[in-house]
């Protein structure tokens, strides 16, 4: 059974702190990580995606990766009461085929 | 450019009708990939289509199916509806199978 494990939540963080997300997954072979923020009621949003060992940052978001570790995270730094939401981690396996977290919730508080 | 499109996005059914929902990706897009999304189960991968053929297909019963059209567009059909369908089912498109891009869902209710 491939599992993709996130924290429940729900984390809380002050306007301007840093938000730390966490993810690890079961499945060695895995490929490609995503991580997608949902509001509720809405659709999965794409925030992004990172394949290799390291960090990848895209503004005031940064996603690490540890192959070894089978551990993805995601910081946002100077978080905003807008990134209140629902994170979901997700992992494309070898066979292509997706695996998602059952997501973390994180509020922003002002 | 638009945004994937899901039809219709509410839908009220009973136990054991069968229901057909619709999905139109992005210009350009082939390959469609369908969820469900319920609060206890995250969100769980029904089957991806890539140019009219089923090429991954999830852990689910029978009763659910899908098919694509020359036109990227897609469908997934459940049969004989049970009270633990009752969901929101997803549908995500992307150029090659990496980003997916998702649409707004379709809520299903079985009643």
């Known amino acids: 059974q491939k599992e993709v494990e996130q924290n429940s939540g729900p984390l809380s963080v002050p306007e301007g702190a840093i938000a730390s997300l966490n993810c690890t997954y079961s499945?060695?072979?895995?490929?490609?990580f995503f991580w997608y923020r949902q509001y509720s009621g809405k659709s999965p949003e794409l925030i992004m995606f990172?394949?290799?060992?390291g960090d990848k940052e895209d503004g005031r978001f940064t996603a690490q990766l540890n192959k070894a570790s089978q551990y993805v995270s995601l910081l946002i730094r100077d978080s905003q009461p807008s990134d209140s939401a629902t994170y979901l981690c997700?992992?494309?396996?070898?066979?292509?085929?997706?695996?998602f977290g059952t997501g973390t919730s994180l509020t922003v508080i002002p | 450019k638009a945004g994937v499109t899901q039809t219709p996005r509410y839908l009220i059914k009973t136990r054991g009708q069968q229901v057909t929902l619709s999905c139109s990706p992005i210009?350009?897009?082939?390959?469609v990939s369908w969820y469900q999304q319920t609060p206890g189960q995250g969100l769980q991968f029904l089957f991806e289509?890539?140019?009219?053929?089923?090429?991954n297909k999830g852990n689910f019963p029978g009763r659910f199916s899908g098919r694509q059209f020359s036109n990227s567009r897609s469908e997934m059909n459940v049969s004989t509806l049970e009270l633990g369908d009752s969901a929101l089912y997803l549908c995500?498109?992307?150029?090659?199978?990496?980003?997916?891009?998702f649409g707004p869902g379709t809520r299903l209710t079985v009643l």
């Open positions: 990172i394949y290799s060992n």
């Open positions: 997700a992992v494309k396996e070898a066979g292509n085929q997706f695996y």
């Open positions: 210009s350009g897009h082939r390959s």
């Open positions: 289509y890539f140019s009219e053929t089923q090429r």
């Open positions: 499945d060695r072979g895995s490929q490609s």
């Open positions: 995500a498109s992307s150029l090659v199978l990496n980003e997916q891009f």
